[in-house]
C-alpha cells in the first residue's frame, strides 16, 4: 500500500490531518515547547534522576570484534548516544552474556571478566566523551547496559546455531530453523543466571547505572515467555514461563545492591508477516490455531495482539522493585511493521501492510495500558522514529498526556544524533539529517554488513556503496 510517509508533510496542519485519519488516538502538540516543555522536565527514580524525558534505545551496530569486543566504530556509536543530550541511554547496544548466544558474529559478549570490565568502561566513557563535546555535564546522563542471550537468534560465527526455548514447528519453519537445532536443557538455562550476574556486576563497578534484563524481539528470554508446550521448571504456565527472567533479576539484586534493573518488555505480538514478493504489502502466515506457543498474542486469533499477561508480568516485576520498563512489541524477524514502522521496508522484507502510523498507534496504546494499570512503573515508548520530524511533536504531547515517562529514540539517533538536544534547547531540526526510515541501518546486517546510517551519515560511505551494489543484483534478480 502507498501512503505519505510523516516527512512529506510540510505543515502541521497536513501532517495533524494525517495523523487523525490513520492514528486518531494519537496526540500532537503544535508547538515544542523545548526544554520548558513535558520532555524537559527531570524524572526521579529514586536510585538516580533523569534530566529530561528524552531516552536513547539500543542500537547494535554488528562491528565488534570477532572476540566480542568494540571497535572504533561501536564507540563512535555511543559517544554519539552521549552527544544527543538525552537523559537517559537505555541500554546502549544487546550485549550477550554467553558468546554462544551471540546473534551475530560482531555482537559484544562476555568471554572474560578482565576484557569485559575494561570494554564496558571505555563504552560507558565514550557517553560521557560525548556529552562533553555536546557542552553538557558528563555525569548528567543516566546509562544501562542492555543484557541478553539471542535463543532461537543465535548465529555466533555467522552460520544460525539456534539454542531454543522451544520447538514450535510453524515458527521453525519461518525463521529457518532444523529439524536437529538443539532445545536448551533447564540445566543449559540455570546456568545463564550466573553469567547474566557476572557481566551486572561489571557493569555496576564500572559505574553503569542500571541494566536491562532484555525480553524481547524474539530472542531467549522473550521466547520462553510463550513457552506454553515447555515442560520442566521454565515452560508451561505463567509462573514457569516468567520464572528465569525474575531469578536472574533476583540474582542480580542480591549480587548487585544499588544497581538498577529494568526490562525491555514485549507488550505485544503477531503471527509471523510474509509477502509472495519482497515489498509487497506483507500477510500472516498460517499457524495452527489456537495457538500453543506464544507471548501477548491473542492465541486464538494472532493477527491481535493480547496485553494480558504482559500486564500481569510488569505487575510482578514493579512488586519486586523493578519499575524501569522499556515498552516494544514484535519482532524484526518476523513482524518488523509493528516493531520499527518504516516507509521503506528492508529489502528482503514485505511491504507495509497497514499505514505505519497505525502500527506506531498500536504501540502507543499498550504503553499507555502499562502506565493506566502501573502508575508506579517508568515507562520509555518505542517507534517514534517514523514519526520524523514530527517526533518531538507527538513526544511531547504522550509525555505530557501521562501516556509515557519517557519517549526513546532508535534510527533517529543513527542518522541525527543531536536530534533531542535540538528538540530540548528550541532550535529548528536539520532536516537533512532526520531518519527517513530508509532502513539501510537493518539492510547492512542482513546482507553480512555492520549497521549504520549509510544513507544520511557520510562516515559509512563504503557502507552506502556496498548496499547499493547489493540493491543492484536484487533487482536484476540475481540474488548474491
Ligand atoms: C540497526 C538497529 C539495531 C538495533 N539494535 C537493538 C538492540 O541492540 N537492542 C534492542 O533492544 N533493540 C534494538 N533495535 C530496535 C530499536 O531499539 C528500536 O526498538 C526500533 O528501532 C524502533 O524504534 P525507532 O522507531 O526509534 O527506531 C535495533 C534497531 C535497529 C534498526
Ligand atoms: S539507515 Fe538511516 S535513514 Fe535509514 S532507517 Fe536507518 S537511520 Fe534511518
Request: charged residues 25%.
Amino acid at each position: 500500500m502507498s501512503v505519505a510517509s510523516p516527512g512529506r508533510h510540510k505543515t502541521f496542519a497536513s501532517f495533524a490531518a494525517h495523523l487523525a485519519e490513520a492514528a486518531p488516538t494519537l496526540a500532537a502538540d503544535e508547538a515544542v515547547a523545548g526544554a520548558r516543555g513535558a520532555l524537559g522536565q527531570t524524572l526521579e527514580l529514586g536510585w538516580a534522576s533523569v534530566e529530561n524525558r528524552w531516552a536513547i534505545h539500543p542500537m547494535e551496530g554488528w562491528d565488534g570484534t570477532t572476540d566480542g569486543r568494540p571497535t572504533d566504530w561501536t564507540l563512535r556509536r555511543w559517544r554519539k548516544f552521549g552527544e544527543s543530550g538525552a537523559g537517559l541511554v537505555w541500554g546502549g547496544e544487546a550485549y550477550a552474556v554467553d558468546p554462544a548466544g551471540r546473534a551475530n558474529p560482531n555482537q559484544l559478549a562476555f568471554f572474560d571478566a578482565e576484557r569485559t570490565r575494561e570494554d564496558l568502561a571505555r563504552l560507558l566513557a565514550e557517553v560521557h566523551a560525548g556529552r562533553t563535546e555536546a557542552g553538557l555535564d558528563p555525569s548528567g546522563v543516566v546509562v544501562g547496559l542492555q543484557l541478553t542471550h539471542s535463543g532461537r537468534h543465535s548465529r555466533p560465527e555467522g552460520k544460525k546455531v539456534p539454542l531454543l526455548a522451544a520447538r514450535v514447528p510453524w515458527l521453525d519453519a519461518h525463521t529457518g530453523v532444523a529439524a536437529d537445532a538443539r532445545v536448551l536443557s533447564d540445566e543449559d538455562l540455570q546456568a545463564l543466571v550466573p553469567r547474566f550476574v557476572a557481566v551486572a556486576r561489571l557493569a555496576q563497578e564500572v559505574g553503569f547505572a542500571f541494566v536491562d534484563v532484555k525480553a524481547c524481539h524474539g530472542y531467549l528470554m522473550h521466547e520462553l515467555l510463550g513457552a506454553r508446550g515447555r515442560s520442566g521448571r521454565f515452560g508451561g504456565d505463567f509462573v514457569g514461563r516468567t520464572r528465569l527472567l525474575l531469578e536472574v533479576i533476583a540474582a542480580i539484586q542480591e549480587a548487585c545492591p544499588g544497581l538498577g534493573i529494568g526490562s525491555r518488555l514485549c507488550l505485544g505480538d503477531l503471527a509471523p508477516h510474509t509477502a509472495p514478493e519482497a515489498g509487497a504489502p506483507g500477510r500472516p502466515i498460517e499457524v495452527p490455531l489456537p495457538l500453543e506457543h506464544g507471548w501477548a498474542m491473542d492465541l486464538a486469533d494472532p493477527r491481535r495482539m493480547d496485553p494480558g499477561e504482559p500486564l500481569r508480568l510488569v505487575g510482578e516485576l514493579v512488586e519486586r522493585g523493578v519499575r524501569l520498563i522499556n515498552a516494544t512489541v514484535g519482532t524484526p524477524y518476523t513482524c518488523p511493521h509493528v516493531q520499527r514502522p518504516a516507509a521503506y521496508p528492508p529489502f528482503d522484507g514485505y511491504g507495509p501492510p497497514e499505514d505505519p502510523l497505525t502500527s506506531l498507534e498500536r504501540q502507543v496504546a499498550l504503553t499507555r495500558e502499562v502506565k493506566r494499570a502501573h502508575p508506579q512503573a517508568v515507562v520509555v515508548g518505542t517507534g517514534y522514529s517514523y514519526l520524523q520530524e514530527w517526533a518531538p511533536h507527538v513526544a511531547q504531547a504522550e509525555v505530557a498526556g501521562g501516556g509515557a515517562d519517557l519517549v526513546g529514540l532508535g534510527r533517529m539517533v543513527l542518522s541525527y544524533p543531536r536530534m533531542p538536544l535540538d528538540s530540548l534547547r528550541g532550535r529548528p531540526l536539520e532536516r537533512k539529517r532526520i531518519c527517513r526510515t530508509f532502513s539501510d541501518c537493518t539492510n547492512g546486517p542482513r546482507s553480512g554488513l555492520r549497521s549504520g546510517c549509510a544513507p544520511l551519515d557520510p562516515d559509512y560511505f563504503e557502507l552506502a556503496e556496498a548496499l547499493r551494489v547489493r540493491k543492484a543484483a536484487l533487482r536484476s534478480g540475481r540474488r548474491d
